[in-house]
């Protein structure tokens, strides 16, 4: 059964800095790696997605990486604003295909103003 | 505006009392899921459709049933409600599995007395 460990659970840095949130998975056989972000009292809103055959997507501020031999992944936030307060689930689909994703617990990020 | 509804948004209930939770999409997606979330213990995945007429058991299916007789529309129901169903309800959808991202709905949180 996969498994998908967030480290740190929760995490507060000054405005400004870069971060790195960790996600890691106990099966590799992994269609995909999605980032979400979840506002409080709110829906998940999909960051990136990393196909099992790539390393890394980029969106704006935000790099995601994928080493799917050692079950890794990590989220990295550069110039961190007040407005990314918010909490970060990572997710896989494995080799199940159709039958959903497997979350995380997430990370709680607070962005000091 | 595009996206997955999900109604309704808040509802307590009472120890064995029914109801349906409804998820309606018009993005003309083919996968549905219904997952809940608990603190602590993250997303799981209750039941989910890959097409009309489908559906399937996820990893906490006991205590819920769902239909999908129109494409559009993911139902979930409780048929009789208990205290550990008190959780936030969410509704995602996706074109296919694999290379698609999940779209959420905003949530429907039951609390059941």
């Keep these: ?113 | 505006n595009a996206g997955v509804t999900q109604t309704p948004k808040f509802r307590v209930l009472k120890t064995g009392q029914s109801m349906t939770l409804l998820c309606a999409q018009d993005m003309n997606h083919e996968y549905m899921y219904w997952y809940r979330q608990d603190p602590g213990m993250g997303l799981r995945l209750i039941h989910y459709s890959v097409g009309e007429g489908t559906t399937a058991k996820g990893e906490v299916p006991d205590g819920y049933n769902v239909s999908r007789l129109k494409k559009q529309n993911f139902l979930l129901g409780l048929e009789s409600a208990a205290p550990s169903q008190t959780s936030v309800y969410f509704c995602a959808s996706t074109a296919n599995s694999g290379a698609n991202v999940l779209t959420f709905g905003a949530g429907s949180r039951l609390t059941v007395l």
């Design chain 1, 1 to 113: 059964k996969q498994e998908v460990t967030q480290i740190p659970a929760a995490l507060s840095v000054p405005e400004g800095e870069n971060l790195v949130l960790n996600c890691s998975f106990t099966d590799s056989a992994i269609y995909n790696l999605q980032w979400f972000r979840q506002d409080p009292g709110k829906g998940l809103t999909s960051l990136l997605l990393i196909q099992s055959s790539q390393r890394e997507q980029t969106s704006g501020r935000l790099n995601a990486s994928l080493d799917k031999s050692s079950g890794r992944s990590t989220l990295y936030i550069a110039a961190s604003q007040s407005g990314d307060s918010a909490t970060y689930l990572c997710a896989v689909e494995s080799g199940g295909g159709a039958d959903g994703l497997t979350f995380g617990k997430g990370t709680h990020l607070i962005i000091q103003p």
